[in-house]
């Protein structure tokens, strides 16, 4: 393979997983075909950008995010090893920088401050009103995290990212992460408790599942 096409096409691979389609072209790179890395960079830059969205207030100050961040990646490359996934690897890269930014900035908003959407897909009107409450009062309940329980959750939930890879990219202690993503449930939980509109409707309808961020 020596053209780019022929890289994104690396993607389309059947039998091959992310982890091992990533592992190709960073090698590929790493061979002398440097146009290679855009290929790459195509896959996560979206994954990038929106972590960018949690630490940064405006598109210009993400879209530099990305570029910084792969150019990073780019010239570390020879130093990943892929003894965890490339995703990984990068969104370690990723964290550090940002969370660097932000000690200067002392600036950190939650994914859910950046209108992400925390999906309800029933069809009964009032639970749908309802979801919308819970969505405003979790953005609310996030906020009044520690900084740290917030990343977490951001990483666990939105990212859909594990507690091992949360640990990875974050270099916290495995169960650390457990503790905090636990102890950041169980204060969203209780916040919503507060909220009349959510205490009394969930009262009548038992059955009524939260959102995935603030269930045990």
Known sequence: MNMITDYAAVYKKEGLNQTLRDYEVCKAV???NTQAFAVLAAQYQKRVYMLGLSF?????????????????????????????????????????????????RRNYASLVDNDIEIEYRGDNPEEKH????????VREAVNSLPDNYRICIDLYFFYDMSYTDIAAVTELPLNTIKSYIFRAKKILREYLKEDRTIFEYTHRRPSFSYPAVVRN
């Open 130 to 137: 309802l979801n919308e409450c819970i969505i405003l009062s």
């Open 30 to 32: 790493l061979n002398g």
């Open 56 to 104: 940064f207030d405006n598109t210009d100050d993400c879209e530099d995010f990305v570029q910084d961040v792969m150019l990073k990646a780019y010239s570390a490359l020879e130093t990943f090893r892929a003894e965890a996934p490339f995703a990984t690897w990068l969104m370690r890269i990723a964290y550090n920088t940002a969370i660097n930014s932000a000690k200067k």
